[in-house]
């Protein structure tokens, strides 16, 4: 708040004229007290991650700090990912791991870095959060490596990334329809057709795109593992929503209110899919294919005369496309990149008198749902008067002799002696 807003603040909502000098120094001293109060947080933020541990064994918690000569170490950064969010990814997850970033807004600035994927009901799923100072290479590679030493070799698990970088890159509508054109085909026979047209639009933005292998950001190329259409972050909305009421708390009270919130997050889906105990496919996925068999009816269906039935031409007008039960084979893409059997398939199995969620991707399935929040997460007990471990001086903070946080130097100057202390605080051996 500005001097004249707080004048202004005071003179409106109070009615009350009040010298200038006066405002002045109380909005020192409310700033004072905010900037001593965010300052005190950093210090017990080991006790805190300490906490986490008593309260939640075996989750991650890494707390980097730079140390300073005679003086309490500057805090640089700090991960966290709940054992239960960690368990429910590995067990019940689609293998898609979203990366973004936020602004934080408190007085000590910084980003909070997170990665979410996406449950068996298409709802996010966060899965670890970091504070770090600056999005940079460095610290997203920080933050990976951690995550990887969570979740486990990419190449093993076969994890999918994806992220919303260049997602407002087009202003020109003509150009942007056309972008999303060749990013939403499901094959490349359309993709090719697609590219073509918008390099006879835009060549410059065609050469831009040029740049990246298909598989980073077109449907047609994507892989098939996470069984997931997701063409950009759309599962960070509610997640970024949310953080628009934590990213201007102080860092403790901020992690505290994140992992609350995610606490009280999977107590919920968990209670909704206690409903649906019993059913085959994930609620969300039920809703879908009953839409999808919606539109069987417009389609054509001629069998090819194969034994078991299983090889259909399926028509619309002109458009003519093969399903092959048997070898999984289907011309449009679709049902291998979602997991679910596209309207093509769907009036194949539906001739067949076959059951359609016999034919959903087991990723997909209620077990899976189930299994996601069958882990939860307890409450911390967060009320650390005075630290017993002093963790970490507040960015630019440096306190003389380890006595109350005195003189200040620079982020940049304090780092300059850069060599960083992991303090990892974590359990030996998961039960
Ligand atoms: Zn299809």
């Given at each position: 708040?500005?001097?004249?807003?707080?004048?202004?603040?005071i003179?409106?909502?109070?009615?009350?004229?009040i010298?200038?000098?006066?405002?002045?120094?109380?909005?020192?001293?409310?700033?004072?007290?905010?900037?001593?109060?965010?300052?005190?947080?950093?210090?017990?933020?080991?006790?805190?991650?300490?906490?986490?541990?008593?309260?939640?064994?075996w989750?991650?918690?890494?707390?980097?700090?730079?140390?300073?000569?005679?003086s309490?170490?500057?805090?640089?950064?700090?991960?966290?990912s709940?054992?239960?969010?960690?368990?429910?990814?590995?067990?019940?997850?689609?293998?898609?791991?979203g990366?973004?970033?936020?602004?934080?807004?408190?007085?000590?600035?910084?980003?909070?870095?997170s990665a979410?994927?996406?449950?068996?009901?298409?709802?996010?799923?966060v899965?670890a959060?970091?504070?770090?100072?600056?999005?940079?290479?460095?610290?997203?590679?920080?933050?990976?490596?951690?995550?990887?030493?969570?979740?486990?070799?990419?190449?093993i698990?076969?994890?999918?990334?994806?992220?919303?970088?260049?997602?407002?890159?087009?202003?020109?509508?003509?150009?942007?329809?056309?972008?999303w054109?060749?990013?939403?085909?499901?094959?490349?026979?359309?993709?090719?057709?697609?590219?073509?047209?918008?390099?006879?639009?835009?060549?410059?933005?065609?050469?831009?795109?040029?740049?990246?292998?298909?598989?980073?950001w077109?449907?047609?190329?994507?892989?098939?593992?996470?069984?997931?259409d997701?063409?950009?972050?759309?599962m960070?909305?509610?997640?970024?929503?949310?953080?628009?009421?934590?990213r201007?708390?102080?860092?403790?009270?901020?992690?505290?209110?994140?992992?609350?919130?995610?606490?009280?997050?999977?107590?919920?889906?968990?209670?909704?899919?206690?409903?649906?105990?019993?059913?085959e496919?994930?609620?969300?996925?039920?809703?879908?294919l009953?839409?999808?068999?919606?539109?069987?009816?417009?389609?054509?269906?001629?069998?090819?005369?194969?034994d078991?039935?299983?090889?259909f031409?399926?028509?619309?007008?002109?458009?003519?496309?093969?399903?092959?039960?048997?070898?999984?084979?289907?011309?449009?893409?679709?049902?291998?990149?979602?997991?679910?059997?596209c309207?093509?398939?769907?009036?194949?199995?539906?001739?067949?008198?076959?059951?359609?969620?016999?034919?959903v991707?087991?990723?997909?399935?209620?077990?899976?749902?189930?299994?996601?929040?069958?882990?939860?997460?307890?409450?911390?007990?967060v009320?650390?008067?005075?630290?017993?471990?002093?963790?970490?001086?507040a960015?630019?903070?440096?306190?003389?002799?380890?006595?109350?946080?005195?003189?200040?130097?620079?982020?940049?100057?304090?780092?300059?002696?850069?060599?960083?202390?992991?303090?990892?605080?974590?359990?030996?051996?998961p039960?």
């Open positions: 708040m500005t001097l004249s807003e707080a004048y202004e603040h003179k409106i909502d109070y009615n009350v004229m010298n200038g000098k006066m405002v002045y120094k109380a909005l020192k001293e409310a700033r004072e007290r905010v900037i001593g109060n965010e300052r005190a947080q950093y210090s017990k933020l080991k006790d805190y991650l300490s906490e986490i541990h008593r309260s939640n064994p989750s991650s918690t890494i707390l980097d700090v730079t140390p300073i000569l005679q309490l170490p500057l805090f640089n950064r700090l991960y966290i709940p054992d239960a969010c960690k368990r429910g990814f590995k067990t019940g997850c689609r293998k898609l791991i990366l973004d970033s936020c602004f934080l807004k408190g007085y000590f600035g910084g980003q909070l870095l979410v994927s996406q449950d068996a009901n298409n709802h996010f799923y899965i959060f970091a504070v770090v100072d600056n999005e940079t290479k460095e610290s997203w590679k920080w933050f990976l490596i951690l995550l990887q030493e969570d979740l486990g070799d990419q190449d698990h076969e994890w999918n990334f994806i992220s919303d970088q260049q997602k407002g890159l087009y202003k020109d509508k003509q150009v942007k329809n056309v972008v054109e060749c990013a939403k085909c499901t094959t490349d026979a359309k993709f090719q057709a697609s590219i073509k047209k918008l390099k006879r639009i835009n060549e410059e933005a065609w050469s831009y795109l040029e740049k990246f292998e298909p598989a980073c077109t449907k047609a190329h994507f892989s098939h593992g996470p069984k997931c997701n063409l950009t972050n759309n960070f909305e509610v997640w970024n929503e949310k953080m628009v009421n934590y201007s708390k102080s860092i403790l009270t901020m992690c505290e209110e994140l992992w609350c919130y995610i606490m009280r997050r999977m107590t919920k889906y968990k209670q909704v899919l206690e409903t649906h105990i019993g059913t496919i994930a609620p969300t996925q039920q809703k879908n009953d839409d999808i068999m919606k539109d069987i009816r417009y389609w054509r269906l001629v069998w090819v005369g194969d078991e039935r299983r090889v031409e399926v028509q619309q007008g002109s458009k003519k496309l093969s399903i092959n039960l048997s070898t999984n084979k289907y011309t449009c893409k679709t049902w291998q990149l979602t997991g679910l059997p309207v093509h398939a769907l009036a194949t199995i539906a001739r067949r008198g076959d059951r359609p969620e016999t034919y991707h087991p990723l997909l399935k209620i077990g899976p749902a189930i299994a996601t929040y069958q882990h939860c997460i307890q409450l911390n007990v009320d650390h008067p005075n630290p017993t471990q002093s963790a970490a001086n960015p630019g903070s440096v306190s003389s002799m380890g006595a109350a946080n005195s003189g200040a130097t620079t982020p940049q100057s304090a780092r300059a002696k850069k060599s960083i202390i992991r303090t990892i605080i974590s359990c030996t051996s039960v």
